[in-house]
């Protein structure tokens, strides 16, 4: 049986609802990276799955950037206009409900440090003009800086962290202009690691003072917080 046999709507539906473990989802990526056209529907159902959510948000304040951002990702990736406008108009109809039910809620910034909200504000602008996605904060995570950079890809946008498990390590976002999908690859030189992944057409570069197996459950906290 060929990977093309094994993956149905029924894996299509468990990834985009996130109930595959990993070895189901690196099967259905490697699928969808085979199938162009397959990989245009499930991003769009991705993005409308994440929509949805936003009517009872975890961190209310990034959903603006956050929908707006993954909406133009799969408008520009995928080049399907016309299929993305309803899924553009429905997601806002969803943010204006759900952003004014937080307010009325008092749910600002709620326990948040003024820090991290100023520095999320800022990578949300540089998201935005790079064209780039970016990964939310893993809980415990603390953003403690963010800026312009450039790559061989052109002009990226670097994240540092400071983590209670990994300590301090960087990623490094960028457009590439390519679709792919790509799992998290390790490569390890002397004390260090670097990772990269694709989703879509960004390109994510995390770079950290670890070895192999620390290094690769670090970009699985990242990576995850994409789906």
Do not use: C
């Not at 993005?47 to 133009?72: K, Q, S």
Request: proline share 5%; aromatic share 6%; charged share 25%.
């Amino acid at each position: 049986m060929t990977n093309a046999d094994r993956i149905g709507e029924a894996e299509l539906n468990a990834y985009v609802d996130g109930q595959l473990d990993i070895a189901g989802r690196v099967e259905v990526e490697d699928h969808l990276a085979r199938n162009p056209e397959i990989a245009a529907r499930v991003m769009a159902d991705l993005g409308m799955r994440d929509a949805l959510r936003l009517a009872f948000p975890l961190e209310p304040a990034d959903a603006p950037d956050r929908t707006i951002a993954a909406a133009r990702r799969l408008e520009n990736a995928l080049g399907f206009r016309r299929t993305l406008v309803p899924l553009r108009r429905l997601a806002a109809g969803i943010l204006i409900f759900a952003l004014g039910w937080a307010a009325s809620l008092g749910w600002n910034e709620i326990s948040r440090p003024a820090g991290q909200t100023a520095l999320l504000a800022r990578a949300a602008k540089l998201a935005e003009a790079v064209d780039v996605r970016l990964p939310r904060v893993p809980v415990g995570w603390t953003l403690v800086n963010a800026a312009m950079t450039r790559t061989q890809n052109g002009p990226g946008v670097k994240l540092s962290f400071d983590t209670p498990e990994f300590g301090l390590l960087s990623l490094v976002a960028t457009d590439t202009r390519d679709v792919a999908i790509e799992f998290p690859t390790v490569r390890t030189k002397s004390h260090s690691s670097t990772v990269h992944w694709q989703m879509v057409s960004d390109r994510y570069d995390m770079t950290a003072n670890l070895a192999m197996r620390p290094a690769e459950l670090a970009a699985l906290e990242l990576y995850q917080t994409l789906y």
